[in-house]
């Protein structure tokens, strides 16, 4: 088992690559602390996990408010002593053009999409530091890296996950904790629910493997990260994008 005994927090962990995510920790012998708004979801799949033989909690969290994060991590520490590994997860979609979007709208998807990994990453190198260490790994994604048409504030929120994410691995990389991200390219989640059919083909027919990506194909590159086999790894940022962005 590759995380025996470590503890990991999963924000947006109730569903598409947070829920593999879930699924993939405890089957290699983490306690997974499951953070999403979803309280019947969320503790459906934490007893889910249980009567499997794992160990699994569930917090109900909102990860743009801050109240919410550090109770999380207080849960985690109360139930389990110690926190070793925070998957920020959690996003939203956006979909229009810049001079469409709103103010709200903006600020809404900031909220989650980049405030919402700074404070699950503030507050996880505050307890990881106790510790002695840990290991981070953010969720940006291939569009914090190159633009797409019709794409504002999610585009900003994951570049600035993607500069974040290697400016606090050069931070703390003296202290024992690890700060990476997955770039997921176009994976088959909810999130693409609302994405038009004729969009998602012309999508799909840019990616080098012509296919979406699996859930499951993102949560075994975290669990790399997530585990003493990346001891050297940080501050990378791990496409997993079917050759999207090497073209
Ligand atoms: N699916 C893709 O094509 C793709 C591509 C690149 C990046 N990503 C990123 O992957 C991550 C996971 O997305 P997914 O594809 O599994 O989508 P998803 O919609 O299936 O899952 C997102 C999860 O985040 C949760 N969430 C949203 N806002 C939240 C909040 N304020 N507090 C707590 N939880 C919240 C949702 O409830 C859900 O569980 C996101 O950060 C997303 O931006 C996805």
Request: aromatic content about 6%; some cysteine.
């Amino acid at each position: 088992m590759r995380l025996k005994d470590k503890v990991a927090i999963i924000t947006g962990g109730t569903f598409g690559i947070g829920e593999s995510t879930v699924r993939l920790f405890a089957r290699e012998g983490a306690k997974v602390v499951i953070a999403a708004r979803s309280v019947d979801k969320g503790t459906k799949l934490a007893n889910e996990i249980k009567e499997e033989g794992g160990e699994a909690l569930f917090v109900r969290t909102d990860v743009s408010k801050e109240e919410d994060v550090i109770n999380l991590v207080k849960q985690t520490v109360d139930t389990y002593g110690k926190l070793d590994i925070m998957f920020a997860n959690a996003g939203i979609g956006d979909m229009q053009d810049l001079a469409d979007c709103t103010l709200e709208e903006w600020n809404r998807t900031i909220s989650v999409d980049l405030t919402g990994v700074f404070l699950c990453n503030k507050h996880a190198i505050q307890e990881m530091e106790k510790n002695g260490g840990g290991s981070i790994i953010n969720c940006a994604s291939i569009l914090g890296h190159v633009g797409q048409v019709s794409v504002s504030a999610y585009a900003a929120a994951k570049g600035g996950v993607v500069n974040m994410t290697r400016a606090a691995a050069v931070t703390y990389a003296n202290r024992g904790i690890r700060v990476n991200a997955v770039c997921p390219g176009y994976i088959d989640t909810p999130i693409l629910d609302d994405t038009p059919k004729e969009v998602l083909d012309s999508l799909v027919s840019m990616v080098p493997a012509k296919r979406l990506g699996k859930p499951e194909e993102v949560a075994n590159c975290v669990l790399f990260l997530a585990s003493d086999e990346s001891s050297f790894v940080t501050g990378a940022n791990l496409l997993v994008d079917g050759g999207y962005t090497a073209q």
